[in-house]
C-alpha cells in the first residue's frame, strides 16, 4: 500500500524518490531533471548529489558525513542545508520514505 | 480521456514552464526547443461520449491510425530529441490492444510515461500489466462524484462505478494518481464532494478543470456553461481545499476563460514547448489545431523528421512568437506573458486564428463574448449532445429537458 503522504525530514529519515518522480540526466540540454507527473523539476548541483544518494537504505545522517568529509565543511551547517532541501521536496510530493516491507 | 485536459497542463503558470527554467533566453517569445512533453492520442475511439471531449469534432478512424510500429519508430524518435515525458490519450488509449507494447518501448527508450485514462475498459490484470511494463503515473477523468451525475455526463452506465474501482486498483498497485474532474454548470455543485472524493482515493493530485470551449464543448457551450456566481464559489473552494490540504493532495485548478479579463497562455504559447501527435500521426501545436481551416499539418508519414517538422513547418511557424500578431497585441505590455491567448478559440469565435482571443478584455468581441456567456448561463438548456462519430446524438429522456 502507500507510505506516508508526508513525511517530516530528519537526520534518522532513509528518504528515496516515489515511483513518480525520477531523477534523470538529460543529455539534450546536458542537465540533471526530475521527472514528475506534469512536471520537469531542475535541480542544482548539490541537489543533484543528495538526491543520487537517496536510495531508502542510507539515511540523511549518512548523507550528511559523507558531504561533509567531501567538502571539508561544518557538518551542522551542511546537515540544515541538505534537511531542508530535502523537505522542501517532500512537501511538494517528489521524496518519500523506504517502506518496510511486509510479506 | 475524452476532456478538455489537455489544456490544463500548460496553462497553470510559470512554475511549469519548463522551457523557461530549462532554456533560459533572452526573449520568452522567440525561444522554442524541444519540448519537454507530448501528447499522443493514440486514438479517438472511446466508450464514453461526455459533451466537452476535447477531440476534434471530425474524429479520426480507426482505420487510419498509426500501427503499433509505426508508434514505436515515433517513441524511439522522441526520445532521441530530447523529449522526456509522454502523455498517452485518446480518445481512451486503452482501447488500443498493443498499450502494454506502447508504455514497454517508451520505458525502454527512457521517457517517462503517463496514462490519460477515462478507466472503463481496464481491469487489473492490465492495469498490472501496464505498471510491470514501466508505467510511470495513472490519470483517471470523473465526470462527478457520484453515478447519477457522472453517468449521464459521460454517456454510458456504470462508468462512475468502474472508475472508482480502476482508481483503487491503481493504488493497490502503488502508481500515482491523479483525480481530473471537468467542471461546468451541471457538476459545479459537487466540487467539495469531488475533493473529498480525490483524498478518499488517496490521490497524489487533483486536476480541476473547467471546461474549455472549442469543438464539442463549443457546441454544448448553453448546457455547460457555469454562471459567474458558480465560479467565485469554486474559487474559493479551490483555495480553501489548496491551503487545507497541502502536503496532501496537490490542487491545479484551471479557471474558465470566458470569465478572465486576460487570455490564458494556451499551450505554453502556440508552437513553443508543446505539440500532439494524433491518432494519424499527424503532429499538431494542440489537441484543437485541426479545427482551424487553412493550416495544413504534416504527418510522421511523410518522409520528414519529427524535428524537421516541429522546426520549420509552416503551420507551427504561423503563429510562433509574437512577429504575426495583430493590434490589440501587437503593443500589449502582455504579449509575451499569453502570447494573445488560444488560435483555435480566436478562429472558433472571430473566424480567423490570427485575431486576438475573445477571452481577453482588449479584444473588440470581448464584451459580446461574455455577455452571452452569461445568458447562456442562466438559461434552462441543459441537455447535451454526445461526442460521437456520427456527429453527435442529442440527450433524450428527462434530464436533458
Known sequence: MAGPRHISVSEESRPVLPRHAKLKFDETRQVWVILAPERVLAPDEIAVEVLKLCDGVVSVGQIVDQLAAKYAAPREAISTDVVAMLQDLADKGFLTEAREKTS | MTEALTDTKTTTGAPDDGLAVLE?????????GIPLAVLAELTHRCPLQCPYCSNPV?????????????????LTELAEIGVLQIHFSGGEPTARKDLVDLVRHASDVGLYTNLITSAVLLTKD???????????????????NEPVIADRVAGLKDSHRKKIEVAKWTRELDLPLTVNAVMHRQNLHQLSDIIQMAVDLDADRLEVANVQYYGWALKNRAALMPTLAQIEETTGIVEDAQARLKGVLTIDYVVPDYYALRPKKCMGGWGRQFFNISPTGKILPCHAAESITGLEFESVRSNRSIAWIWQNSEAFNRYRGTGWMPEPCRSCEFKEVDFGGCRCQAFALTGDAGNTDPACALSPMHEAIFKQAELESAGENNRFLYRNFAGGTLETGDDGA
Do not use: M
Request: hydrophobic share 40%; proline share 0%; charged share 30%.
Open chain 2, 24 to 32: 533560459a533566453r533572452k526573449s520568452a517569445a522567440e525561444t522554442f
Open chain 2, 58 to 74: 471530425e474524429l479520426d478512424r480507426a482505420s487510419g491510425e498509426l500501427t503499433t510500429e509505426e508508434w514505436k519508430k515515433v
Open chain 2, 126 to 144: 492490465r492495469l498490472s500489466a501496464l505498471a510491470d511494463a514501466g508505467l510511470c503515473h495513472v490519470q483517471i477523468s470523473f465526470q462527478g
